[in-house]
């Protein structure tokens, strides 16, 4: 069974702090993706990696793909009160285009 | 361009009822996928359709759980004689023609069972 980890369960920082959240797994995945939710709504997508390696940025968002496709991790620069919400991992396996495996999420709170 | 749309929002039902949750997919989308998620958990998938097809419904229960994706109308996932267990959010995501394309979803059904 492929699983996803992510740590930490539950962060809170205050405004200006930077942070990491982690997602890792002992299988290889062909993309992964990050999802932020709100409370009561469904998951919208941040960012797909695709290559093994492959940083994204968006603002003061940076992702990074482990090397091996194994991991992945979620920086963030500055944060502000408005990135609290729930950080998704998800992967998709080598041997499905459509089946995704799902991080449990990391609990973000910015303090003002 | 209305995104992908689930009704209804809460649904209260006491044990040994039937859940009737709804999706209409995005405009221009023919695959929709179910999952459902615990508090504190990650999305577990459930069913993958597509119009009048049932592609993979592996995550699914095999008994009091149904889904269907008809020619026309919404996608309706349904579940008979509910059980305190079944208390969930359910998310319904839609995508278009390709399924490794990206997956939109709706705002959920949160489903609680008395």
């Known amino acids: 069974t492929q699983l996803l980890e992510q740590s930490p369960q539950f962060l809170s920082i205050q405004e200006g702090e930077n942070l990491t959240v982690y997602c890792n797994s002992s299988?290889?995945?062909?993309?992964l993706q990050w999802y932020r939710q709100e409370p009561g709504e469904g998951p919208v997508l941040l960012v797909t990696?695709?290559?093994g390696g492959e940083v994204k940025k968006l603002k003061r968002l940076t992702f990074q793909f482990g090397d091996a496709r194994k991991d992945s991790s979620l920086h963030i620069t500055a944060a502000q009160p408005g990135d609290t919400g729930l950080y998704l991992c998800?992967?998709?396996?080598?041997?499905?285009?459509?089946?995704?495996?799902w991080g449990a999420g990391t609990k973000l709170i910015i303090k003002p | 361009n209305a995104g992908v749309m689930q009704n209804p929002r809460h649904l209260v039902r006491r044990r040994g009822q039937e859940a009737r949750l709804r999706c209409s997919p995005m405009?221009?989308?023919?695959?929709v996928y179910w999952y459902r998620q615990l508090p504190e958990e990650g999305l577990k998938f459930m069913v993958y359709?597509?119009?009048?097809?049932?592609?993979?419904e592996s995550g699914m229960p095999k008994e009091r759980f149904s889904a269907e994706f008809p020619k026309e109308g919404p996608s309706i996932l349904r579940i008979q004689q509910v059980v305190r267990g079944d208390s969930a959010a359910y998310f319904c995501?839609?995508?278009?023609?390709?399924?490794?394309?990206?997956?939109?979803f709706g705002p959920g059904t949160r489903l609680t069972v008395l």
């Open positions: 998800a992967g998709r396996p080598s041997d499905s285009n459509y089946q995704l495996i």
């Open positions: 995501a839609s995508s278009p023609g390709l399924a490794q394309d990206e997956q939109f």
């Open positions: 299988s290889v995945f062909s993309s």
């Open positions: 990696v695709v290559t």
């Open positions: 405009k221009g989308h023919s695959h």
């Open positions: 359709l597509q119009k009048e097809n049932i592609i993979d």
